[in-house]
C-alpha cells in the first residue's frame, strides 16, 4: 500500500464515522402529544370555581398572591393574567414567581390555571399548588361576604 | 522564561494567608448564618405566622364607591410620595410605582474601614450604593354593593451593591438584595396622605 491509499482509506473510514450521525432520523408522531406527567401536572395546576365573574376571581387571585407575600408585576384583565413574584425569604437570592390565568367557563363558572416557577425551574409538585388554592378559595370567600 | 516569579519571602506571605483564611472563614460563617433556615418550596404557597399582621398593616378600609377616584388619589400620594407610576390596571384595580435613591450608609463605610483594618487590608467588604424602592397597590370592594373599597399597599426595596476585594480576588459591584419593608410608620404615612387627598377617614381591618 502507498502513502495514497493509506491516506484514502483514512479518508473514507473518517468521513463514514462523520457521516454516520446524519442519517435523518424518522419524525416521530408523539413528539407534541400530551405526556402523562404532564396532563398530571396540569390537573394540579387548575381548578375550577363554582363564580361567573371571572373579575371577580381575579380580584381574589391577585388578594390571594398578596396575603402569600408575593409582589404583583403583571395584570391584564382581559386577558385573566396576572404575574407576580416573591422572594425567598428571609433568603434573598431565590425567586419565586407564578403565573395565573383566569378563564370563564361554561355555565357560570370559571377556571383558574397557575404557573409556578422557583429560580427558573417549574414547580411540578402538586402540594404547593393545592396550597394556593386554599389561599384563592379563602379569598374569594372573604370577597363574597 | 518561567511563568511564575520566585518567591523572595515565603514564611511571611504564608502568615498573610492564615490571617486572610481565618478572616474569610469567619466572614462566610456569619454570611452563611442565614442560610441555614432555607425556605422549602412546599412552604411557599402557605400562609405564614405574620401574615395577617402584614395584612392588617398594609391594609385601609374607605367608604366611597368612587373606586377610580380612590385609585387616582393613590397614584397622586404615591407621585407626593417621589414615586413613578410604572403599571396600572383599572379593571383590577391594580397600580405599580417606584423611585430610585441612593442606599449610603455612614456605618456601613465605618464597618468596611473597621474590617480593612483588621484584616490588615486584605479585605474590602462592599457597601450598599443605590437602592430602588417600589410599591404595588391593589384597590378592591370589600363588599357587595361597592360602597366600601380596601386598599392595599406593599412596600419593598432592591439594593445593589458596591465593589470590593478580598485579598487578590476583586468583588465585581452590582450584587443584589431584596427586601420587604415592614416598617409600620411608612404605611401609616401613605396612608394619612391618601385619606386628606379623598377626604374621607380610613378604617383599620
Redesign the interface.
Known sequence: MNRRQVIGAVGIVTAALVLHGCVAPEPRQELFAPTDAQMKIRSAQSRTFEVNDS?VV??GV??AL????F????????LGLVTAA???????Y?V?GVTVTVRPQEAGKTMIRAN?I?NSKP?E?P???Q??F??VERSLFL??? | MPTTRPNSKPPRQKLGGGWVALILTLACGMCLGGCAERTQPTQFFELSPESSANRAMQTRLFETGAENELLSASAASLQDLGFQIEESVREVGLLRAAKERSAREYGQYRNRFLIWLVSLGHLVIPVDLHQKIAATIVIRPASQDHARQEVRIIFYRVIWKGDGQADRNYIPPGEQKMEMIRDPEIYQQFFAKLSKAVFLEPHSI
Open positions: 373579575t381575579m380580584r391577585i388578594a398578596q396575603d402569600l407575600g409582589i404583583i408585576e403583571r395584570a391584564n384583565a382581559p416573591r422572594f425567598a425569604e428571609p433568603n434573598y431565590d419565586l409556578a422557583y414547580i409538585d402540594k404547593v399548588y396550597n394556593f386554599a389561599a370577597v363574597k361576604d
